[in-house]
């Protein structure tokens, strides 16, 4: 396909929208009998099942989405990532989060370079500065060893460490690492957030981690410099240096913020911030909590994947699979939302996270190559763990709106409970949602069936499921630093698919810039406003009015 030809313009594409109108006839209580069909849309790699069958597609589907791939040119898009080539083109960057977690042996370049010594020269410093925080080798100004730590840093730098964190506290070998020590994240320029963060905690006993890929965005910034008044107000500001170290692309702006350029740890502009949980971003905070060999076993998961996506043929290819199947039920079938549906809650921050990969990564208006874009792109993401997430949302997807949803489940619990007398464990309660909630969007209930129940008819209609609600199932051996690696570049991956098909670029994220450069000017007023007295002065009626209230 020439560069500058939309996929929309194809005959690939085209094709499929025609059929959308074979599906229309189909309900998936019907395709659900045909076990053939099933039996071709479950697929397993390294311990991970994927069963897609209760999808809104037939084979001929799933064909037809190979060649809308074929036409999008994804194998060899897909190459030109791994091969380090500048896909990010509206930043000249390379897309390299491979790299992160490849074997140290690999070679992975960008600009000539092979990467993957510099990564691991990061990792090996992690590691030895993780350890002498941990075994108490480092003390703070006062003597005490450093037992808490407070990740300071928003948005990508923010949302895929706490996900893993969150998922890894109650893993029972991670949990035996972080025993008597805490980790705590600041994001929100929020006070509140602030005061929750540092609540309970000993300046003599914290320390602070700056994460800031630019280190120049305004909330973690302001943040920093106010966890830096906490520690000198508290021992004095040659503490700093014992209490702040910082993780950041930009070490000249380290330096000049007060931290040691020794106390820094690096990583590069070909890891994009939603991208960087596998860099010191992730690593650092995450190895302090729980030892790097841990954090290495995530990463090790993680690399499993990239192999996987980057060598398997489409038709088992997990990342490929779901990346094509949002496409179809993006742009085919209308369905502009995603649920995130966990069934544990040690996953709780999953849906967060991936909500910034993939709202960031592929809510674009036009192409690769500037031309506007005739369809939408991206999904609108969000999830809440099951089952809490069935006594909130869930009646929406039943019998409101469609929605598709990925059921992710776990085979064991991190934390089984085995109460005598009870029929079921508390994880075979949890799983048995896990299993049901599927059928129960693609078969509904049909009038016929309330009517042999008895159910009086003025019920009849309230009671009806129209069912034929698309979802998928992810089942996990289990919930280790592996498996979370796993799921996160899944992910990841699946992301990097919709938006190659899509002929977008996953990778920049101009759409953040305009509010940040307007609440630039609102700052500057209040300064004004606050410091000189001067009148709000600039702005349409409506701000001025809600800013000149907010100043009285
Ligand atoms: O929200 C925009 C964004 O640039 C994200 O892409 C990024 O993860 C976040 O801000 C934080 O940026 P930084 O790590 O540079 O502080």
Redesign the pocket.
Known sequence: MATSTLICETPQWKDLHGHVEDIKKTHLRDLMQDSDRCKSMITEFDGIILDYSRQRVLPATVEKLFKLAEVACLKQKIDRMYNGEKINCTENRSVLHIALRAARDKVIESDGKNVVPDVWHVLDKIKEFSERIRSGSWVGATGKALTDVVAV??????LGPLFVHTALQTDPEAAECAKGRQLRFLANVDPIDVARSIAGLNPETTLVVV???????AE?MLNARTLREWISGALGSQAVSKHMVAV?TNLALVEKFGIDPANAFAFWDWV???Y?VCSA?GVLPLSLQYGFSVVHKFLNGAASIDDHFHSTPFEKNIPVLLGLLSVWNVSFLGYPARAILPYSQALEKFAPHIQ?VSM?SNGKGVSIDGVPLPFETGEIDFGEPGTNGQHSFYQLIHQGRVIPCDFIGVMRSQQPIYLKGEVVSNHDELMSNFFAQPDALAYGKVAEQLLNEKVPDHLIPHKTFPGNRPSLSLLLPSLNAYNVGQLLAIYEHRIAVEGFVWGINSFD?WG?ELGKSLASQVRKQLHLSRTKAEPVEGFNFSTTTLLTRYLE
Request: proline letters at 0%; glycine letters at 20%; a positive charge.
């Open positions: 840093g928003i948005g990508g730098s923010f994460v800031s890929k630019t280190f120049t965005t973690t950041s994009g911030g939603r960087s971003v910034q960031e994220q953040v």
